[in-house]
């Protein structure tokens, strides 16, 4: 096909729907005719693409919804990675038709197989209107993960340097998703400052905790927000130690400690273990001395604040009720982590082999006698995205959802260890092996591996990671 034959194309189907869509919702398609420039603009420059995509994670919960009718809306990076992946997907099919290999690929389109089986399947026990709500979040899955081939590709593309500071993508990608971070955490300090309670804004009444003097930024949730640093900062410190450049050592450790502290702020006790998880393994790997300083540090900073102190002895205490069955009983926050984890064990032993249904998890647990309100804030899943994934997609879907991420660890682990590769390629992969047992520990405590903000960050680091630049 011509080189311009899909620009004609595309302009031809975003005309025809808007067309139809203006007489049925005008503000939608003001939407839509906004979301056909972008288009153009993402066609052209998937960077541009990402780079939105990222920033638009700041916006969080309050300012990240679009309103296109009476109980309607769209999350704005619902929009734009939407648009990125289909533009990506059309230029892809229409004139290069080349596809970057990838080796967790095979383990994906079974995963995906399964989770559609799984809803067909469930159509035998729960109302096809939830079936279809559903499908909708599988789609969703489909889109965010798709980041990682997206980012892949434009890594390897021809425009693979900024102009203007002679960057490769693969740097720039990472130097955006952190100013992205360092910007919700401001948020967080700014909430931080003007709301330290969620009490004030009587925010329980739609489903979010009162949460108390604790950093959350626009995230609205400690927990997840604390993900997002421990992740970021496990990236950047693998870098740091491959960095030759002094000046850019020294940024490096200005902003990771100011996400440090911000991480520290969270009083997220999983963060701080899925943290000290991925951390630990990239000190062993590359630095025993960073061992030393990092456990001394850490020490020095938790002795100054009685907060932390009680958050850790109270996770210590519910730690060993919980393995030894001792006669304490564990924090309301730490018993309410543990019946979800139960809960979750009692689907998986009745839907052991394809699951619930893929997103299903709130109907059948409603269904099942252990929910009692499917609107409910958390509703949607268990407190741990593996039991979530074991549960609604079955040991068919677990396993490959599985191996996709030991692919990862591996693939991360044999980039470090090449010498031939660029010293960034081998920092970088050494921070996304430490990152991804990180959100693999963090996954154990809330359903992070599948929350969109940072599905968002991670698979797009994914992509970086796989981009693989030798020495010349």
């Not at 997206?150 to 998703?177: G, M, P, Q, W």
């Amino acid at each position: 096909m011509h080189k311009k034959s899909h620009f004609i194309i595309f302009n031809i189907l975003f005309g025809i729907v808007l067309i139809i869509l203006t007489a049925y919702n005008p503000l939608f398609s003001l939407y839509l005719l906004i979301g056909t420039g972008l288009g153009y603009i993402f066609l052209k420059n998937h960077l541009v693409g990402l780079a939105l995509v990222l920033l638009s994670t700041i916006l969080g919960e309050p300012f990240g919804r679009l309103s296109i009718g009476p109980g309607l809306g769209l999350f704005i990076p619902d929009v734009l990675t939407a648009i990125l992946v289909l533009v990506w997907i059309f230029k892809k099919l229409t004139v290069s038709r080349k596809f970057e290999p990838s080796k967790i690929a095979p383990f994906y389109i079974a995963f995906i197989a399964v989770a559609f089986a799984s809803l067909i399947n469930s159509l035998r026990y729960i109302d096809p209107s939830a079936v279809l709500e559903s499908s909708f979040y599988l789609i969703r899955f489909i889109e965010y993960t798709a980041l990682y081939l997206v980012t892949l590709d434009t890594c390897h593309s021809e425009r693979a340097k900024s102009e203007s500071r002679n960057l490769n993508n693969d740097k720039l990608i990472f130097y955006i998703s952190i100013l992205a971070t360092i910007l919700i955490a401001i948020t967080g300090f700014i909430q931080l400052k003007l709301f330290p309670s969620f009490d004030e804004l009587e925010m329980a009444d739609y489903g979010w905790d009162p949460h108390i003097d604790r950093l959350l930024g626009t995230w609205f949730d400690p927990n997840f927000i604390g993900g997002l640093f421990a992740f970021i900062l496990c990236l950047i410190l693998g870098v740091f130690f491959f960095e030759k450049k002094f000046k850019i050592k020294g940024i490096y450790i200005v902003i990771g400690l100011f996400l440090l502290i911000s991480l520290f702020l969270t009083y997220s006790r999983g963060s701080y273990v899925a943290f000290a998880g991925g951390a630990f393994l990239i000190g062993a790997l590359k630095s025993r001395k960073f061992l030393i300083g990092a456990i001394i540090a850490t020490i020095m900073l938790v002795s100054v604040s009685d907060r932390a102190q009680e958050r850790i002895i109270n996770m210590y205490h519910s730690a060993t009720s919980i393995l030894f069955d001792t006669a304490a009983n564990p924090d309301p926050t730490a018993r309410l982590r543990v019946e979800s984890w139960q809960n979750a064990m009692i689907l998986v032993k009745k839907y052991p082999i394809i699951g619930t249904g893929y997103n299903t998890y709130k109907y059948v647990s409603k269904k099942e006698g252990l929910l009692k309100d499917v609107e409910a804030h958390h509703a949607s899943g268990s407190d741990s995205s593996l039991l979530t994934i074991f549960a609604t997609t079955g040991i068919l879907g677990f396993l490959p959802f599985v191996i996709i991420f030991i692919i990862i660890l591996k693939e991360s682990l044999d980039n470090f260890r090449n010498k031939k590769l660029k010293n960034f390629n081998r920092g970088y992969s050494l921070g996304v092996f430490g990152g991804t047992i990180t959100m693999l520990l963090h996954s154990i405590f809330v359903n992070s591996l599948l929350y969109v903000p940072l599905m968002i960050f991670y698979w797009i680091a994914i992509g970086i990671m796989e981009h693989k630049k030798y020495k010349t």
